[in-house]
């Protein structure tokens, strides 16, 4: 059998969208009751950097439920605090994989870097039902953790999954998902082993590269700024289009093939899990902050 490039289903062209506090994103999709990208269910770009936007207020105080949002910094940076008493500073090539479980409350609040610039991203990773009421759990991960690997004209930062055996430092994900933030200089190629079955994605921000080259077959052009989805196949092959080259986030993960039900910060499976958790949070009791020696036996 020889493996298969998969190839482009769709191009996504992100839209602006204002979310928190008035602050602009550009969305490639949301959360919405037909999971087209399970187990995905959002991906949002921070880049605010037009300076007539003015200040940035970000996303004060928030709760989520059953799911994980993943936080990747390239400009700027973002800090953060929650009601488990975590508080820090997401800056420059570095991550964090927040596994919300039963509940948490936090705000993110992203600022300009010295360049004045902001440039992110943020993740939603969905959660299984038997994982949606587990316990709240935080990979934060600093850019010198993460590790490079250089090849042929490409620098892929591995931050879960592996390439060219070296693996990323998020591990025990649900979704056992790959994500990657890989730089190709002009005409350079590489291609990414990916798991049958997985929904696999790629959001291309700078440059333009050919996607899907199979043999003779050229694949087809992505332009910054786009979303590109992915057929079936083994592996995702890529050259690095003229001039500047091409980065982008490449990410995959297994499919939960489960019915969701999202709303807002939320996503559950049923429309009653929602209705507990409105009923949680009217209650006080959304979030149990108990230490994980007295939850584990
Ligand atoms: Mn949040």
């Known amino acids: 059998m020889t493996a298969v490039s998969r190839t482009i289903k769709q191009i996504i062209e992100p839209q602006f969208?204002?979310?928190?506090?008035d602050v602009l994103l550009r969305r490639s999709f949301g959360p919405s009751r037909a999971n087209l990208f399970d187990p995905f269910l959002l991906f949002d770009h921070?880049?605010?950097?037009?300076?007539?936007?003015?200040?940035?207020?970000?996303f004060p105080t928030h709760p989520h439920?059953?799911?994980?949002?993943?936080?990747y910094m390239l400009e700027g940076n973002v800090r953060h605090r929650d009601s488990l008493g975590n508080v820090g500073v997401i800056g420059p090539g570095d991550v964090q994989?927040?596994?919300?479980?039963?509940?948490?409350?936090?705000e993110e609040m992203p600022r300009r870097g010295p360049t004045g610039l902001i440039n992110g991203f943020q993740l939603w990773v969905n959660?299984?039902?038997?994982?949606?009421?587990?316990?709240?759990?935080?990979?934060?991960v600093k850019e010198s953790s993460i590790p490079a690997v250089d090849k042929d004209g490409a620098r892929v930062r591995v931050v879960a999954g592996e390439y060219g055996g070296t693996s990323g430092p998020v591990t025990e994900i649900a979704a056992r998902p790959l994500y990657m933030d890989v730089t190709l200089e002009s005409g350079a190629q590489a291609s990414f082993?990916?798991?049958?079955?997985?929904?696999?994605?790629?959001?291309?921000?700078?440059?333009s590269g050919r996607f899907g080259i199979n043999g003779e077959t050229p694949g087809e052009s992505v332009e910054a700024v786009r979303l590109a989805v992915f057929e079936e196949g083994d592996f995702v092959s890529v050259q690095a289009g003229p001039g500047s080259g091409v980065r982008f986030m490449l990410?995959?993960?297994?499919?939960?093939?489960?019915?969701?039900?999202?709303?807002g910060p939320f996503v559950m499976n049923t429309q009653e899990e929602i209705q507990q958790a409105l009923t949680d949070l009217r209650n006080g009791t959304f979030v149990q902050s108990e230490p994980e020696s007295l939850t584990e036996s």
């Open 251 to 263: 990410m995959a993960g297994a499919p939960f093939r489960e019915t969701i039900f999202p709303y």
């Open 17 to 21: 969208v204002i979310e928190g506090a």
């Open 127 to 140: 959660l299984p039902a038997a994982q949606k009421m587990g316990r709240p759990r935080y990979q934060e």
């Open 97 to 106: 994989w927040m596994t919300s479980g039963r509940g948490i409350m936090h």
């Open 46 to 58: 921070f880049a605010f950097n037009n300076p007539i936007e003015g200040p940035i207020v970000g």
């Open 65 to 71: 439920r059953g799911i994980e949002t993943v936080t």
């Open 193 to 207: 082993p990916t798991a049958g079955g997985h929904t696999v994605v790629a959001y291309v921000f700078e440059g």
